[in-house]
């Protein structure tokens, strides 16, 4: 098949509003190894993944995430189902910040469980509450 683009996620950059980071002024310029983890594109996502962000000599989107569709849309080339998360390593910048993906664990699970158990505690034990409450009202 037709060679496809594999799009760099290469971190994410600090923003004061919390909307307009300046990516122009972190260019990594020149031919690079990437080393990182592969994920894949949303399809679909909803919302509005891309919006235009401040101009100069090129269009800069501003992504919340990558969705497959609006970049496919956008871009005079095919690109691949998966980006490529940069992950920190030696030379590579301190900006865009790249971290890696935090790993899932038990207490996840643990925490969801304590959760769902105390909001059935507080189901249970309310009503319990409530009706004897009320049947004292009527006496």
């Known amino acids: 098949g037709a060679a ?3 799009l760099v996620e290469r971190g994410w950059l600090y923003s004061a509003d919390a909307a307009t980071a300046r990516p122009q002024s972190y260019l990594e310029p020149g031919e690079r190894t990437v080393r990182g983890i592969v994920e894949e594109l949303r399809r679909g996502a909803g ?3 891309l919006r235009a962000i401040e ?3 090129v269009t800069l989107w501003s992504a919340r995430w990558l969705d497959a569709d609006s970049l496919r849309a956008r871009l005079p080339y095919p ?3 998966y ?3 940069q992950t920190p390593g030696p030379g590579i910048p301190d900006m865009p910040r790249r971290e890696l993906p935090h790993p899932y664990d038990e207490m996840l ?4 469980a ?6 059935a505690t507080i189901l249970i034990g309310g009503s319990a509450v409530l009706a004897w409450s009320r049947r004292r009202a009527e006496k």
Do not use: M
């Open 4 to 6: 496809s683009a594999i």
């Open 47 to 49: 919302g509005r993944a």
């Open 55 to 57: 101009q100069d000599s």
């Open 79 to 81: 690109i691949a189902d």
């Open 83 to 85: 980006a490529l998360r």
């Open 109 to 112: 699970h643990v925490s969801y």
């Open 114 to 119: 304590v959760q769902w158990f105390l909001f």
